[in-house]
Structure formats: C-alpha cells, structure tokens
C-alpha cells in the first residue's frame, strides 16, 4: 500500500475521465479502495478496473501494477485467449487504445462479413436487436443501443456470436470492462443464458449463393430484408446497395463485401 499521493485518471460511471489527485489510500474490496479526492474534497471509493493511468504525484512515475501498489490481490483472469499481451496485472493500458480499436473495427468487419450485403447485414443487426426486444437489456432503454462485449476485450472476449449483448450507451460506458457476474444480477446472466444462445443461431446464416442465383428477390426478402430496399437493390442502378437482378451482375456482389461491415 503506498502512503504517496497519486494522480490518476479516472473513468466515471457514465464515461467521463478526470484528472484527479488521491491521498490517504485504504482498501476498500478486492477491486477498490477509498481515497481522499482532491477533486471532490472528499474520501471517495475508486473502482480500480475504471482507474485508466496513475502516476506518483512527486516524481511522475508511472505506476504499472495499480494492484500491487493498493495492496489488493491479483485479478483472476477468467479468459486465456486474451488479443494482446496483458500486463502483470492482467489488463491492458491505455496505451494499447489504438490497438484495441483496430482490433475491435476488425472483428466488427469479421462479424458482419458473413451477410455479404450490408443490406443483409443491416437486416440482421435488426434481428440482433429484436431477440432484446430493441430495448437495453441491464435498463430496457431503447436508445442508443449499441453490441455491447459481454466477456469484455480486455479478458480476452471478442465480437462473435454468443458474446454480444444490445446495451444503451450509458450502460455500456458503466459497464466497460467489468465482468459480466459485476455487471449483473444472477437473475439477469440466467436470462443471458438463453439469449445469447439464441444469438449464436442467428448469426449462422451461409450465404447460399445457389438460391440467390435462382431468385435474388425471394431470397433478399427470405432474409428479412425489407421490400422497399429490396427492389432498390435489385432494380435501382443509383441506389447504392444496387447490385442487379441477374447473373451477369454477379461481379458486384464482390464490391458490395467491403461495405457489409457497418
Ligand atoms: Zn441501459
């Protein structure tokens, strides 16, 4: 436990990140500790997975093991197949955001690529959507849902099917790289349970290039796509998901590739 004021930077419940300067810590739990905040002018709890960097305050030196320096124990680390090195505490830094992104922006393309089309992909990031109902599925808000990871990036969680759960953003901010068993209730994970299995379904559509080739219609609207953009697909050159109605449009469909991953 270090008896040193510390500066970090700390993320909030809601995502927003201050600066703050912290005295006199004490433990609080295995993931937190209590501190005086210069900030608040307060003692404050710190959640230590929303403490983004912290440095000593006299000499400026970056501290790497935050649960070493609290005096808490090591965090499990519940995933082995983590993307990027973690560090000795089990989780990556803020260094590694731009990695994380790329990362992230990767497994989305991975993830949508499957639907060939983006209007197939568009259709079935509805579906997605419509096994939580449209709603928040920790508030049951119905704005700004976004997949939210549900084993988090950080330990080892990717962007598949099975680990995608539809969140409001401010819930996927409080969320961020907590577990899901800190996230929510026993009742909530077994609800998961199911819907994520679910989702695991959905998402194992094979493109079935011969039924396509038959009938592109029947097949777009087979696949929930909506009627209006499909005939704008198939019989709309100007329309930018356009790719025709016959065989010899097949070429097109290979452009349309890089686009479904929205
Ligand atoms: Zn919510």
């Known amino acids: 436990m270090t008896e040193q004021d510390l500066i970090i930077q700390y993320k909030d419940g809601e995502g927003k990140i201050t600066e703050r300067r912290i005295s006199d810590i004490q433990p609080e739990h295995s993931r937190a500790i209590e501190a005086f905040c210069h900030l608040r002018n307060a003692r404050r709890s710190f959640y230590v997975p929303r ?60 993830l949508f690529r499957r639907f060939l089309l983006r209007a197939i992909a568009r259709a079935y990031k509805e579906k997605f959507f419509a096994l939580f109902d449209g709603k928040c599925f920790k508030c049951a808000s119905t704005r700004e849902l976004v997949m939210d990871h549900h084993v988090p990036m950080i330990k080892g969680g990717h962007l598949v099917p099975g ?39 959905l998402f194992e559509l094979q493109f079935d290039r011969e039924r396509w080739e038959n009938d592109r219609e029947a097949y777009l609207l087979d696949l929930g796509v909506q009627p209006d953009l499909v005939h704008e697909i198939l019989y709309n050159p100007e329309h930018i998901d356009y790719v025709g109605f016959s065989r010899s449009s097949h070429a097109t469909i290979h452009v349309s590739l890089n686009l479904s991953g929205e």
Do not use: M, W
């Open 51 to 110: 403490i983004l960097t912290a440095a000593y305050a006299d000499s400026g030196e970056v501290i790497a093991d935050l649960y070493a320096c609290f005096g808490l124990p090591e965090p499990e680390q519940k995933k082995q197949s983590a993307i990027f090195e973690p560090d000795a505490t089990g989780r990556i830094r803020g260094h590694s955001a731009e990695a994380y992104k790329g990362q992230r922006n990767r497994e989305k393309r991975a």
């Open 163 to 201: 680990n995608l759960v539809s969140l409001c953003s401010i819930c996927n901010n409080s969320k961020l790289d907590l577990d899901p068993e800190d996230f929510y209730t026993p009742e909530e994970l077994e609800r998961l349970k199911l819907l994520l299995e679910q989702e695991r379904q």
